[in-house]
């Protein structure tokens, strides 16, 4: 059973930072796509970085490209994203989640399988 753990959620004001990490665990992740997406109050999810584990591939959506970072810790099986410089527009839901087709990196939410329960990043002005 694969289980995704959100955490590292919380209040931040504009121009902080924080991590989020998902633990995951019930099977290997090495070549699977891990992505993190968010859902603003009131709007669609929305895609914010993904991975290949164990690949290096890496995607940013625009609005997030060099503020976010996402790495994997193959040791902890634990995916992060830091997020640096935060606005008060990134305030959202963030979700992890896992995709069971192997070696393409994902994008869009309707490609992955597997989700987190969330954790709430609010960013205040």
């Known amino acids: 059973q694969v289980q995704l753990v959100e955490s590292g959620g919380g209040l931040v004001q504009a121009g902080g930072s924080l991590r989020l990490s998902c633990a995951a665990s019930g099977r290997t992740f090495s070549g699977y796509a891990m992505g993190w997406f968010r859902q603003p109050p009131g709007k669609e999810r929305e895609s914010v970085a993904a991975i290949i584990w164990s690949g290096g591939n890496t995607y940013y959506a625009d609005s997030v490209k060099g503020r976010f970072t996402i790495s994997t810790d193959n040791a902890k099986n634990t995916v992060y994203l830091q997020m640096n410089s935060l606005k008060p527009a990134d305030t959202a839901v963030y979700y992890c989640?896992?995709?069971?087709?192997?070696?393409?990196?994902?994008?869009?939410?309707?490609?992955?399988?597997?989700w987190g329960q969330g954790t709430q990043v609010t960013v205040s002005s």
């Open positions: 989640a896992t995709s069971t087709r192997y070696g393409s990196l994902r994008t869009k939410a309707s490609e992955y399988d597997y």
